[in-house]
């Protein structure tokens, strides 16, 4: 309250609010458990910072009001009463690089660039989720001091984040490897070479990202890792954007190529699985006891990958996983093309034929594989965590997630070389 008092009457300059301050409070308690004076003197403080216009600023040349603008919002989620998964992982301070959250940006403009940016926010979560174990382990943070794992656990988790992050970096920095033979200083060499080349605003909305709900050590994983899949679902709908757009200019070979890439991303995270798998239950259940309303079915970037890979059928637009993203919702109802539907559309015209063609249904078949075996690996870990516990955003939880995890991910290739006609019904289940 000092600092935040002293800072209001003085000149009251965006880029010198006490982050660090507020932070430290958040993080000492949890954020469910803030106390409500400074929460009311953060929404008062709130009301004269200027609403941000526009798109969001780009990582390294975040605008100080507009930071100090979405910090707050985030932090005062539960105050307003719209405490949901984007704000509960913070995702507007993390900047997604998403050219599919801007159907004006050209998905075809810089894919490698693009692809750098992914890769380098992967790695920052990845590589700050082992930081904090390091730092808990050697006592050199008191930061979420309930239920820390055993040494066995966190060796464990030490192999496979290192793992997770091991082909960003290979990309990023072929000549940059990280030996994994010792846990804890493979982590920490990881660290290193994450953070040499961060920019000061990188640094920073990294650090504000993370406000737990609760002061238990398992959340800080949590939340790192589901920050990171949403990088990765970010970076698929790019994928999947420009493979419209090749399909729909009759570039087969860079139709299949960037299916591929998308494909080659998401097996390559597959470690985060194993890695979230490390929590202790009990640790996620006390923790998950303060997240109600926040629910891995308003992740938007899931939604706009799924959405993008086909028009989800009727029973399942109108249901509960897509009114709780109105807005991927509301591009499908104006029209937003996907893969199958560019697909179609490219075999009636004679743009797809012959080998061509037959790259770009095997490039389609394996990626549909590798989202179908996410969401069954999703939904053991679900299943191990939760039981048959509710979810925590209003839903039923792994009912939920037992019912979703087979509807097709494409209709217009079947799991031959053929195409099939789309079907009537594929699935669709209404939440």
């Known amino acids: 309250m000092r600092e935040v008092t002293s800072w209001r009457s003085g000149v009251s300059d965006p880029a010198d609010f006490p982050y660090s301050a507020v932070l430290a409070e958040f993080q000492q308690v949890g954020k469910h458990f803030v106390n409500k004076e400074l929460l009311a003197l953060l929404d008062e ?50 900047r997604l690089p998403c050219a599919a959250d801007d159907p004006v940006t050209d998905p075809t403009a810089d894919p490698a660039g693009a692809r750098r940016d992914y890769d380098r926010l992967f790695l920052r979560l990845v590589a700050d989720a082992l930081a904090f174990e390091l730092a808990a382990g050697s006592g050199a943070t008191d930061l979420l001091p309930e239920q820390r794992p055993g040494p066995e656990t966190v060796a464990k988790r030490y192999r496979l984040g290192v793992r997770a992050a091991a082909p960003a970096l290979s990309r ?157 919702r509301d591009r499908l109802l104006a029209g937003q093309p996907s893969v199958d539907a560019a697909y179609r559309a490219a075999v009636r015209a004679d743009r797809l034929a012959g080998a061509d063609r037959a790259r770009v249904e095997q490039e389609m078949r394996e990626f549909a594989a590798a989202v179908l075996q996410w969401r069954r690996t999703h939904h053991r870990l679900a299943t191990r965590m939760l039981g048959s516990r509710p979810g925590t955003g209003y839903t039923q939880g792994t009912p939920y997630l037992a019912a979703v995890r087979s509807i097709p991910v494409f209709t217009a290739v079947g799991p031959d070389s053929s195409p099939t006609a789309p079907p009537t019904n594929t699935g669709g289940c209404p939440e």
Do not use: N
């Open 172 to 328: 990023l920095a072929p000549a940059r490897a990280v030996d994994d033979r010792e846990p804890a200083a493979a982590a920490a060499a990881l660290h290193t070479l994450t953070t040499a080349d961060l920019a000061g605003d990188e640094e920073r909305e990294l650090r504000l990202s993370m406000l737990p709900v609760y002061v238990t050590h398992d959340e800080y994983l949590f939340i790192r890792v589901l920050q990171a899949y949403e990088c990765v679902f970010a970076g698929l709908a790019d994928e999947l954007r420009g493979t419209v757009a090749a399909l729909s200019a009759g570039h087969a070979s860079t139709a299949a190529g960037r299916l591929a890439y998308a494909r080659e991303q998401l097996t390559a995270a597959g470690p985060l699985f194993s890695l979230l798998a490390t929590m202790q239950p009990e640790s996620f259940r006390t923790f998950r006891e303060y997240t109600e309303g926040a629910s891995a079915i308003q992740s938007r970037s899931y939604k706009l990958m799924e959405s993008l890979c086909r028009s989800p059928d009727g029973a399942r637009l109108d249901s509960a996983a897509y009114r709780s993203v109105p807005e991927v």
């Open 45 to 94: 403080i709130r009301s004269h910072v200027a609403a941000p216009t526009g798109r969001a600023a780009t990582p390294g040349g975040a605008d100080p009001a507009r930071l100090l603008r979405d910090f707050l919002d985030v932090a005062l989620d539960k105050w307003d009463g719209h405490y949901d998964y984007r704000s509960y992982l913070a995702l507007r301070l993390l």
